[in-house]
């Protein structure tokens, strides 16, 4: 079984770009399919990545063409790259091993800042 740790999460303005980092612990990584899901509060866990053993892999609509998902088998980690990241991609982000082991999560959130007030005088 591997044990699996995320990490790489936080704030972005909407058409940023964050990287994930998945760090897996147990034996034979290079041999594991994994998996990116993510989910937001009160709708049920999405897949959005999958990345094979051979390094193959394939996305979900909501994300090909601005995520892409890598690893190293020499540091036991793969990766979640995400750009022109959008408001509805904010979500707790977790990586899943092929028999179903899924890491603590990370929390992406993708916001405008709340802004400053400017205010002119005569």
């Known amino acids: 079984q591997l044990q699996l740790t995320e990490s790489g999460g936080g704030l972005v303005q909407p058409g940023g770009s964050l990287r994930l980092s998945c760090a897996a612990y147990?034996?034979?990584?290079?041999?594991?399919?994994l998996y990116w899901y993510r989910q937001t509060p009160g709708k049920e866990r999405e897949w959005i990545a999958t990345i094979t053993s051979s390094g193959g892999s394939n996305y979900a609509d909501a994300v090909l063409g601005r995520f892409s998902v890598s690893r190293d088998n020499t540091k036991n980690t793969i990766y979640l790259r995400m750009t022109d990241l959008k408001p509805e991609d904010t979500a707790a982000y977790y990586c899943v091993s092929g028999d179903r082991n899924w890491g603590t999560g990370t929390q992406v959130a993708v916001s405008w800042g709340p802004g400053t007030q400017v205010t002119t005088s005569k």
């Open positions: 147990g034996q034979s990584f290079a041999t594991h399919t």
